[in-house]
């Protein structure tokens, strides 16, 4: 797939999520994290990144309140400027701390914020889909960011920490997104149906 028909696809699949009512929007944050509790790999993690939701982005506002609650420790991504590079880092998040606005316009935690945590010490991360196809390929925002983040685990030998799962609402299913070879594949994507497997994990 070409650059253009990917845009065109991320600009079609972002008016769908848009689209959605603040009922449908509530609905499916309280049935991905009903989905999300009965998994093991959530049970048994003790660091965990999620995402503040963005664009109509399945709200994870519900799993932020219940891992908050929990002994698991949160994490949020934070855009770092550096020169010329632009990257991602997981800072450890608390409930009600201050947030600031990224270059994006997406909230994160602000300039108090609190040591990061390398992405290959996570267990578990909810990343934010713009698209998904059922072999767990992804498509995101177009930054690159989370595919940059944990590139180390296409190497051979690379390490499989942590699991990566997809939260998304199932009208941003498509029958297939064309791979590049810098993809990251999920392990499973988490919908307001249910939990799909992409034979990964
Ligand atoms: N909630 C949330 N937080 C997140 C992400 C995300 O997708 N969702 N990210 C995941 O990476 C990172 C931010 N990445 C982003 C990358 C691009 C744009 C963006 O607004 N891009 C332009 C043009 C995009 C395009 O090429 O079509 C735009 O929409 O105007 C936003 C966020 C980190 N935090
Ligand atoms: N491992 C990598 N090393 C260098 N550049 C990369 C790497 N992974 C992705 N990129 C760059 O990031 C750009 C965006 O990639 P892509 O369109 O797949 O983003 P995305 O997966 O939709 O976004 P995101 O991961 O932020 O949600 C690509 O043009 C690519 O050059």
């Avoid at 908050?68 to 991504?77: D, G, I, M």
């Avoid at 177009?142 to 595919?147: H, L, M, S, T």
């Avoid at 499989?160 to 810098?182: K, M, T, Y």
Wanted: overall charge positive.
């Amino acid at each position: 797939m070409n650059r253009q028909q990917k845009q065109q696809l991320r600009r079609h699949l972002r008016e769908q999520r848009q689209s959605l009512s603040a009922g449908q929007q509530q609905h499916a944050a309280f049935q991905a994290m009903r989905h999300l509790q009965r998994l093991p790999v959530f049970r048994q993690a003790r660091h965990i990144a999620a995402y503040l939701a963005n664009d109509g982005e399945l709200s994870t506002e519900v799993i932020l309140r219940r891992i908050a609650r929990s002994q698991k420790q949160l994490y949020l991504p934070v855009i770092h400027a550096r020169r010329d590079t632009v990257s991602m880092a997981f800072h450890r998040y608390r409930l009600r701390q201050h947030l600031g606005r990224n270059r994006f316009g997406i909230d994160e935690p602000g300039s108090r914020r609190l040591p990061a945590r390398a992405p290959h010490s996570l267990d578990l991360v909810l990343l934010p889909l713009v698209g998904f196809d059922r072999r767990g390929s992804r498509l995101g925002m177009g930054g690159g960011f989370y595919d940059r983040a944990f590139a180390y685990k296409r190497r051979r030998n690379g390490r499989r920490n942590p699991a990566l799962v997809g939260l998304a609402h199932s009208c941003q299913e498509v029958e297939r997104i064309p791979g590049d070879d810098w993809d990251i594949p999920l392990d499973a994507i988490i919908t307001e149906q249910g939990v799909i497997w992409t034979s990964r994990l």
